[in-house]
């Protein structure tokens, strides 16, 4: 998430969620990538259950005054692009797979040359 508040990486803060289907209390880390500072929801599987079946989710984020400021989000798509993302980092996580190794020159049991391996 991004949203234009003094949010300091490496800083942690305490905010809640809130939709239709879940609330609860979440951290908030901050991290710098690529030069702009994002804030972590942790931990990511109270927001993803939050964004379940829901058609917004909001974020109350305490201000040091005693209030608070909220952030509302319309959940319209975000199934398909979670689903999208998950696959995408599965595939981001999985092995390589090995190289194929190549036949011989001639087929086994045949009279030609064949590859010695050593």
Known sequence: MHQNFDCKPGEKYSALVNSGAVSGPISVECAKINGT???????????????????????AFPLSNGAFTVARFSLAGSAEAMKRTLIEAAKAHQPAAPAPSEPPISPPGSKGLKDIVI
Do not use: D, T, Y
């Open 37 to 59: 500072v994002f804030q972590i929801l942790v931990p990511f599987n109270l927001v993803l259950e939050a964004s379940k079946n829901a058609e917004v989710i909001g974020f």
